[in-house]
């Protein structure tokens, strides 16, 4: 279950009650939209979180934007230490995978592989590309 860092702002205690129950239950959470929000890095200590997920905005910096690529390198060392993956959205472009790559983030989303697609046509999907996907 993804969790934005805006639903975690007008009632945090609550939402970590909530998350806790949840991940008791097994069910896998990830922090969407990472570092576009105004959540406290504390929370990251607080939440059960399994995954975060860098925002776009920061991926489509790469290449463009020192800053977008300090940002999404501090994310990737961030999970990694707290024992979470990192999952990049938004990545359109063969140099925004290599970057992400380099630096040990191989859980990657978006339009580079696949727009998005209907549940039933997903297993079409990596049938039909199964030699693409071994190679990346």
Not at 14 to 43: E, K, Q, R
Not at 102 to 129: E, F, T, V
């Amino acid at each position: 279950m993804e969790v934005t860092e805006s639903a975690l702002l007008s009632e945090p205690e609550n939402a970590i009650n909530t998350m806790n129950a949840m991940s008791d239950l097994g069910v896998i959470l990830a922090l969407d939209d990472f570092g576009t929000g105004f959540s406290s890095l504390s929370y990251l200590k607080r939440l059960p979180l399994d995954i975060i997920k860098i925002d776009r905005s920061f991926i489509s910096g790469i290449g463009i934007e020192k800053t977008d690529e300090a940002i999404v390198d501090a994310t990737i060392v961030l999970a990694e230490r707290l024992n979470m993956h990192c999952i990049a959205e938004g990545v359109e472009t063969k140099e925004q995978l290599n970057y992400l790559v380099q630096r040990n983030c191989h859980y990657i989303q978006g339009y580079l592989y696949s727009k998005p697609l209907p549940a039933k046509a997903i297993a079409d999907y990596l049938r039909a590309n199964a030699f693409e996907l071994e190679e990346n």
